[in-house]
């Protein structure tokens, strides 16, 4: 089939579905679900995925809430991906609604073409995004063998290029002393709040010596209950987030020797329980870039900027993990006024307004359009796995292999 009408094809697919998907949106909107919670989006995704004809495995790769569904017979696999998990307390406030149903469309348009066009198609339910790291344990169960490259499109305020996707993992530290009369017998107390405000300090200091674009961040959860009681138990939170997956590895280290020293300093014990999961920085393919760029400009008249001072949004995703096992983007669409930033209760009303619903049909035929490049596109599928092979070698096989194995000490 020829690329041109290939693609004024897969409009016409996007179109004919344009009100279950934002119906659709809207739903999971209202069905706000946290981490490997999203039970009700589970459940409406692979029924209307069914309901389009196209088998669908439901709990696929060992998580409950994530699904796959594929189509076409030959040809170069393109995965499509889903995110439809919530914020605790703020419900939709990073737009995944949005993402879920522009996956859906973008992945059914493209199945209804598949076999005539010579492609295929993978259509990935990804659950718990927001600190789950559903991609990755999908990842160690093979959800991407096989895949040639993979995309999806992010809600933002701005339509951008890239998201500015860096490193992070996260800790949790406990600290436990001794309890003890504060007033009657301090002496025979260990305090485990001086702990943690001395493990806290010593992270303050130490930022003054990382890189301008490292982040660590941390909360206390507890903090004792009583000031006549000294604190036996302290519990603290944290985000450690760098560049790269490689230098967020000495910064942890640095980070982990800051929140020790407080327990040394107190006499208390320190237990630093990493999570099993490192987000790892996207490693955009600039190619597949490119095509969406000229896509969202050609299909629905949308132009995407790169990320600059007044408009990035800088954080982490899962889908920084999936880039360094196949060429992927991971394009940001505007679905709320320039400048109001996800995760806020504004943005959460945004993604289910008229901008928002325009974002669902926008990013879904921009998406079937790149996914058409890649099946049909001159050369296409060669520059991109150039590129890719290239990046790889930049960053090392032990940085791509960190992406998905569980991290040491986790
Ligand atoms: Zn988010
Ligand atoms: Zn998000």
Redesign the pocket.
Known sequence: MDLARLKERLRAEVEARAEVLVAASHQIHEHPETNYQEHFAHELLTDLVEADGLPVERGAFGLDTAFAARAGDRGPTVAVLCEYDA?PGIGHA?GHNIIATAGLGAGLAAAALAREAGGRVVLLGTPA??GGGGKILMARQGAFDGVDAAMMVHPAGDDLARMDAIAVQELTVSYDGEAAHAAAFPERGRNALDAAVLGYLNVAALRQHILPDERVHGVFLEAGEKPNIVPARTVTEWMVRSRSIATLVPLKERVAACLEAGAAATGCAATLSWKPVVYADMLDNEAMVALYVANAAAAVGRHVAEPHAGAAVV?STDMGNVSYLVPSIHPMIAAAPSGVP??TPEFAQHARSASGDRAVIDGAVAMAWTVADLWLGDGVLESVRNEFAATIARVGPEARQSATQPPPGA
Do not use: V
């Open positions: 914020l990073c995004e927001e954080g996800i995760h």
